[in-house]
């Protein structure tokens, strides 16, 4: 099949292809994704996906045997607006207060693009998670704690202490960004891929 590249530098991310037992080395995507937009859309969590594998795909040369670039985006929705990472404390409590006693949903785009052919594969994910009604002094002490300030929405779903999360409707690796069966299946995809 080829090597396979993450491009991504996420911790979490790395983590579950390492569950998975997957050989694989990292290149951080060097695309800067677009923060203006807030309205959601399938397209639109699809082609960052795409466009952070596609960058580590063209910038891959003298590469003898295949390679195949992941690339993921997760984003968080309520009232079908996305809820990006929050740029400060402040934001943070809001985005938190709004998810709070209500459902909202988490779509992880996942990406594989072959090099050197760039030829690609594209699939998004979608679970949904209910939180609980949250306290003041529960969002505070999450803030404090564990500083969500590079998460989407403001949380973490496997860092939240007891009492955040009524219930999850969907693949749990998807919330935490990046779902094992999609990228099995894209990875299949691609290995067949002659």
């Known amino acids: 099949m080829g090597k396979i590249i993450l491009g991504s530098s996420s911790p979490r991310r790395a983590d579950i292809l390492k569950r ?4 694989f080395e990292i290149i951080p995507s060097s695309y800067v994704e677009p923060h203006d937009k807030t309205d959601f ?21 003298g590469v003898n045997e295949k390679a195949h670039i992941i690339g993921a985006d ?32 988490v779509v992880t785009a996942v990406a594989v693009v072959e090099a050197p052919s760039l030829e690609y594969k594209i699939k998004s994910t979608t679970t949904y998670v209910t939180f609980e009604e949250l306290t003041d002094e ?13 998460k989407a929405g403001s949380y973490g779903i496997q860092e939240l202490p007891e009492g955040f999360v009524k219930k999850v409707e969907g693949p749990l690796d998807n919330v935490i960004g990046l779902p094992s069966e999609t990228l099995l299946e894209l990875l299949t995809f691609s290995k067949n891929n002659k």
């Open 138 to 150: 529960q969002i505070e002490y999450y803030i404090e704690n564990f500083k969500p300030f590079d």
């Open 20 to 23: 998975l037992k997957l050989d």
């Open 74 to 105: 997760t984003i968080v929705v309520v009232d079908n607006k996305i809820l990006g990472k929050p740029k400060d404390k402040e934001e943070a409590y809001e985005m938190l207060k709004m998810l709070s006693d209500r459902t909202h949903f």
């Open 41 to 61: 859309s399938y397209d639109f969590v699809e082609s960052l996906a795409y466009n952070k594998a596609l960058s580590v795909a063209k910038g891959v040369k």
